[in-house]
């Protein structure tokens, strides 16, 4: 497992840690912060209501033993992250590893409101699953804050279901 730490750590993350998934949180408020303060609620295959409701989230993360949280300061760089090393983990025989990202998917302007045209380049968000990313990361002994002023470090969180 050391390895995917330093993957991580190497692309990006300046901190990966493995967590006991009973120590990820999921609530229903998660889904209304989405759909009252975003603007792609709804209109991306990884956003509510086209992603697991936090109670189907909650049985998928019940089914691991393992878990692995990482942060980057960079939004854009967590969900390709999440994936690429979800594949690379897959290919090494962890069959059952799921990736979660952070923030909305950028892969198109515009979603095809068919079928995503990046299925294997995308994974929903952590909070978009019902994941209540500021209990997760405060229960593993992380700090996360909301940011008050311009110009302050942000932190945006990635999370893989391993076993």
Known sequence: ?????????????????????????????????????????????????????????????????????????????????????AREMFLDGYYKVIAFGSGPCTMCAKCNPTTCNFPNKTAPSMEACGIDVFATVRSNGLEISTLREKGEIQNHFGLLLVD
């Open 1 to 85: 497992m050391e390895r995917y730490f330093e993957v991580l750590k190497s692309n990006g993350a300046d901190i990966a840690i493995s967590i006991d998934p009973k120590t990820i949180l999921t609530a229903a408020w998660t889904i209304y912060k989405c759909q009252f303060g975003c603007n792609t609620f709804g209109h991306s295959h990884c956003c509510p209501p086209n992603v697991p409701t936090y109670q189907q989230t909650q049985a998928i993360i019940d089914c691991y033993d393992k878990a692995i949280l990482f942060r980057c300061h960079e939004m854009s760089i967590v969900t390709p992250l999440a994936v690429k090393l």
